[in-house]
């Protein structure tokens, strides 16, 4: 018997996948993996990457040598889009009763615009609170 050891990339413990001969499809461990931990494949794809080499596989024949270890990670079901960027377009920011549009085509956001946004929705949160606890 030949087998795959895989981590979920937020576990701590690897599980067994055994199979006869020297490799597995990238497809047949992904629904054995589905099948042990009880997943649906229609909530959710798996992204297999080499634990040692970081390789990512894609393509659902890659053959995954036996006494490999992977990672796996959950994904929505038609998969993750790579995109460079964060937002798009145009958005507004709203700061003390004030409206104002920022156009950002580079689609970074500073540090200092997150800690304003941080601090912004605190407030929120906390305003929100106090008006709960009146209520109580």
Do not use: W
């Not at 970074?108 to 949160?125: D, G, M, P, R």
């Amino acid at each position: 018997m030949s087998c795959v050891q895989y981590k979920f990339f937020s576990k701590l413990n690897y599980g067994t996948v055994t199979f006869n001969g020297p490799h597995i499809c990238l497809g047949d461990l992904k629904r054995q993996i589905m099948a042990r931990e009880k997943l649906k494949a229609a909530n959710c794809d798996l992204q297999i990457t080499n634990a040692q080499t970081k390789e990512e596989y894609t393509d659902e024949n890659a053959l995954i040598l036996k006494n490999s270890s992977v990672i796996v990670r959950r994904i929505p079901p038609g998969g993750v889009k790579a995109t460079s960027k964060t937002y798009a377009g145009s958005r507004t920011e709203t700061a003390s009763g004030t409206s104002k549009v920022i156009d950002d085509s580079s689609a970074s956001i500073s540090l200092a615009q997150l800690t304003k946004v941080y601090l912004y929705s605190c407030q929120i949160l906390k305003n929100q609170n106090k008006a709960f606890a009146s209520y109580i």
